[in-house]
């Protein structure tokens, strides 16, 4: 079983920022999930593979990226189905929770999916683009497990992944997607800052090229494209 996350159209980009996910059962190799950010990405993959459910934290949003979302989706005769906190997936052997959206906001970062996946002794915390708002109710609720893999909100944004969330976590290993060169100038020198300083080893995208993370549930291995 595979997860992918980030495939937005544009790694830093404008394209759909709330958090969706397709179940897919032919994604990479067999079996799969994929999540994103940039809702745009999934377009692509659900023309490439066949889905069995398809995911997101709503089901309206003025953006082409989206309607062209919903578009693939019913193409494969399939509707977006509402994932909402608390709600529960199972991935081969692995479980998915639901930890957000908890509130709906306006800013549609702060609406995205956040998903904490547990795999017999190593686990992962999927972010999306959530931002300090999302972060700060998800802890004052006590709602931020500890984690092997942190995969970073929001591209290494300034405006997200605070102290007090790596110090709920703790993971030892930390992922950012980010596009190389992006007008954004993401990540922040502030959120790799706060990474060097929770001594966690940081894997970029623009650095890295794809990373793949691979587990038997006792320990993992992190392979870079570079």
Not at 25 to 49: E, I, R
Not at 107 to 122: F, T
């Amino acid at each position: 079983a595979y997860i992918l996350e980030e495939m937005g159209l544009e790694q830093c980009g404008a394209h759909g920022t709330t958090a969706c996910l397709a179940l897919l059962n032919d994604a990479v190799k067999k079996g799969g999930v994929m999540a994103s950010s940039h809702v745009g990405g999934l377009s692509g993959a659900l023309n490439f593979a066949k889905a069995n459910q398809v995911f997101s934290s709503f089901s309206e949003y003025d953006s082409k990226a989206f309607y062209d979302f919903v578009k693939n989706t019913e193409k494969q005769n399939l509707q977006v189905e509402i994932l909402k906190a608390g709600s529960e997936l199972s991935l081969g052997n692995a479980k998915i929770k639901v930890l957000a959206p908890i509130f709906y906001d306006d800013k549609m970062n702060n609406n995205s999916l956040v998903l904490h996946l547990v795999y017999d002794e190593i686990s992962f915390l999927f972010t999306g683009d959530m931002e300090f708002d999302e972060e700060r109710s998800l802890l004052d609720l006590d709602l931020i497990p500890q984690c092997t893999v942190l995969k970073v909100a929001h591209h290494g944004s300034e405006n997200a992944t605070s102290y007090r969330l790596l110090r709920s976590v703790l993971p030892q290993v930390a992922v950012i997607s980010v596009g190389k060169n992006n007008p954004y100038n993401h990540p922040s020198e502030s959120v790799l800052s706060k990474l060097e300083d929770a001594q966690t080893k940081v894997f970029r995208t623009d650095l890295n090229g794809d990373i793949i993370i691979t587990s038997d549930g006792k320990s993992l291995e992190v392979l870079c494209e570079r």
